[in-house]
């Protein structure tokens, strides 16, 4: 299973994430359990008090509230929490859509009303069948949302400049003048260099061939015969910054 995705997102930037362990969202969901239960007996403690004159009116509350309840849970948690839940915030890890975008509140409902059938039929078999089956590590719910769960990223203490930030690349000779070239295909080159060496050998060959060799098609940059074409992307990318003020 492919614990790292790597994704282009809507605006053309790649983004990597760590795929969220199956004993972290276990341990993540029984601490969800466990916030939800202490909420459900605050509620049966306050219901009656409340309707003290209506109990059937708080019968009826409670039952609709334990229905209901656990999935109002972690889809307004999730939606409006930008993906987390208080057991997800603290095990470090959050629910994205699949192209790594915030996830939205129609996934958050559609992954979560899909939770009884990750259950059946019995002990979460589905469900784990579900994750174990796909690269992306998706239940029935994430399949249905369009979503993962990934570690959070935490900001790095030290700033570490890329390989291509400084200097005069050996290969700026080689890429041409790159006519046409746009922003956008600059910050999407850049991305693509700073997380290469992070990727495994499958995502590097796959980005490779649908950021890079579109792109050099497009700018008439020649191959250059036992050159790894990351190189020549570097190369590029000094190139059209420093042209452009950007480096």
């Not at 995705?5 to 930037?13: G, S, Y």
């Not at 979503?147 to 959070?152: D, L, M, R």
Request: contains cysteine.
């Amino acid at each position: 299973m492919v614990l790292d995705v790597a994704v282009l997102n809507p605006e053309k930037t790649i983004l990597t994430y760590r795929l969220a362990s199956l004993g972290v969202r276990i341990t993540a969901h029984i601490l969800d359990l466990f916030v939800f239960i202490v909420i459900a007996v605050v509620v049966s403690l306050l219901t009656p008090l409340v309707f003290v004159l209506q109990p059937g009116l708080a019968q009826a509350l409670l039952m609709t509230f334990m229905a209901l309840g656990p999935f109002l849970y972690f889809i307004l948690c999730e939606g409006l929490g930008n993906g987390q839940t208080l057991g997800k915030r603290a095990t470090g890890i959050r629910v994205r859509m699949a192209d790594g975008t915030p996830i939205t509140f129609k996934a958050a409902i559609g992954r979560n009303l899909l939770r009884p059938a990750d259950f059946l039929p019995s002990f979460y078999l589905v469900g784990l069948a579900a994750m174990f089956t796909n690269q992306k590590s998706q239940r029935l719910g994430d399949l249905v949302g369009n979503t993962i769960v990934v570690y959070e990223k935490k900001n790095p203490n030290l700033a570490v400049a890329a390989p291509h930030t400084a200097g005069i690349h050996a290969f700026e000779a080689s890429v041409g003048e790159l006519p046409g070239m746009t922003l956008e295909e600059y910050v999407t080159l850049r991305r693509y260099c700073d997380r290469f060496p992070e990727l495994p050998p499958d995502v590097q060959e796959k980005l490779t061939g649908s950021v890079w060799e579109p792109i050099a098609a497009r700018r008439k940059v020649p191959n250059v015969p036992s050159v790894h074409p990351i190189y020549l992307a570097e190369a590029v990318v000094m190139k059209y910054g420093r042209k452009n003020g950007l480096l």
